[in-house]
């Protein structure tokens, strides 16, 4: 199952990196939001979801740190979504002024001449 995790992870950043060197600001913008996803994926994998364990100590027992879910990598992904969108957001809104002023969405502000 690691080997099928790791293949889509890097299949997705590799998505990424070649939509960023894409010549339209939209495709580079896509192409960052995958791979802002493909490190989100990493992160929360690293942090061995389990699926049979309690994410919260139950009450009236003593906590036993092997029989919890590890919180960190749930709290850290859930930040980077946060602060994932709130950049997709600034990022379209540049794109959109950049279109506005330039007339085109080339990355180099100009189409190329054939």
């Known amino acids: 199952m690691e080997i099928v995790i790791a293949l889509a992870i890097g299949i997705v950043f590799g998505s990424g990196i070649w939509l960023v060197?894409?010549?339209?600001?939209?495709?580079?913008?896509i192409g960052l939001m995958l791979m802002s996803y493909a490190v989100n994926l990493f992160i929360f994998i690293m942090g061995r979801l389990w699926v049979d364990r309690a994410p919260l100590t139950p009450a009236g027992s003593v906590p036993d740190p092997k029989l919890l879910a590890d919180p960190l990598p749930?709290?850290?992904?859930?930040?980077?979504?946060?602060?994932?969108?709130?950049?997709?957001?600034?990022?379209?809104?540049?794109?959109?002024?950049?279109?506005?002023?330039?007339?085109?969405?080339?990355?180099?502000?100009?189409?190329?001449?054939?």
Do not use: C, K, N
């Open 74 to 114: 749930q709290a850290l992904v859930l930040t980077a979504i946060v602060i994932g969108f709130a950049t997709t957001a600034l990022y379209l809104v540049v794109m959109i002024a950049a279109r506005g002023l330039t007339g085109t969405d080339h990355v180099d502000g100009r189409e190329p001449e054939a």
């Open 21 to 29: 060197l894409r010549p339209r600001s939209f495709q580079v913008l």
